[in-house]
């Protein structure tokens, strides 16, 4: 399958500690987001990746993309017991440009104060 | 508004009944989608209008659903004869215009629970 797919499931960590989440897809993309999501409700955009950048930065929040391996990762630094939520890479596939984004199922972020 | 909004927030319906889900995306922006998220995993795809028309709707799982834009802005989603398998929380997004580099933004979403 196309969709994306991240590691760990889940991740516990304590506050202040950095937490670091992977995600890897199979097919060519346009870009690559990250999402974020309490509760099981709605989406909240952090960072959008295009195919021809190698990272981002915005705010405690680094983003990577290795097209090679068509992988990439999301790093929180300084982690705060807000930051638990669970985390989604969306990809947007050349195939599909525009019309949909594959998420993968999630990293589920515990941060422990 | 700011944002997208879904209504209702929460919706339960008993098997075999119709329901309809609300859309409101961010104003101005032309591409709309509707997603479908089960407890545990990631929203999946179901359709995307840009404009009034549908310019993908493969992620509909069956006959029972469909999903109208009527002016372009607005968009329901309906669904007959309710399974219990249809229980998700149904989600919106929207984008200024569809396409590899803009970012969509999420609704709120509508939880449905199908007795």
């Known amino acids: 399958s196309q969709q994306g797919e991240e590691d760990p499931q889940a991740l516990s960590i304590q506050e202040g500690e950095n937490a670091t989440m992977n995600c890897s897809y199979k097919?060519?993309?346009?870009?690559l987001q990250w999402y974020r999501q309490n509760s099981g409700r709605g989406l909240v955009h952090l960072i959008l990746?295009?195919?021809?950048?190698r990272e981002k930065h915005s705010g405690r929040l680094r983003v990577t993309l290795d097209t090679s391996k068509k992988s990439s990762s999301l790093l929180i630094t300084a982690s705060r017991a807000a930051d638990t939520a669970s985390y989604f890479c969306?990809?947007?596939?050349?195939?599909?440009?525009?019309?949909?984004?594959?998420f993968g199922e999630g990293t589920q972020l515990t941060v422990n104060p | 508004g700011a944002g997208v909004s879904q209504t209702p927030s929460n919706k339960v319906t008993e098997k075999g009944k119709y329901v309809e889900l609300r859309c409101d995306p961010i104003?101005?922006?032309?591409?709309l989608y509707w997603y479908r998220q089960s407890l545990g995993q990631g929203p999946e795809f179901l359709i995307y209008f840009q404009g009034t028309g549908a310019a993908d709707d493969s992620g509909l799982p069956n006959d029972r659903f469909f999903a109208v834009r009527p002016e372009g802005s607005v968009s329901t989603l309906k669904i007959q004869r309710t399974e219990r398998g249809d229980s998700a929380v149904y989600l919106c997004?929207?984008?200024?215009?569809?396409?590899?580099?803009?970012?969509?933004?999420f609704g709120p979403g509508t939880r449905l629970t199908v007795l």
């Open positions: 990746i295009r195919s021809n950048e």
């Open positions: 097919t060519s993309i346009n870009n």
């Open positions: 997004a929207s984008s200024l215009t569809p396409g590899a580099f803009n970012e969509q933004f």
């Open positions: 969306a990809t947007d596939f050349q195939e599909t440009s525009g019309s949909r984004l594959t």
């Open positions: 104003s101005g922006h032309t591409a």
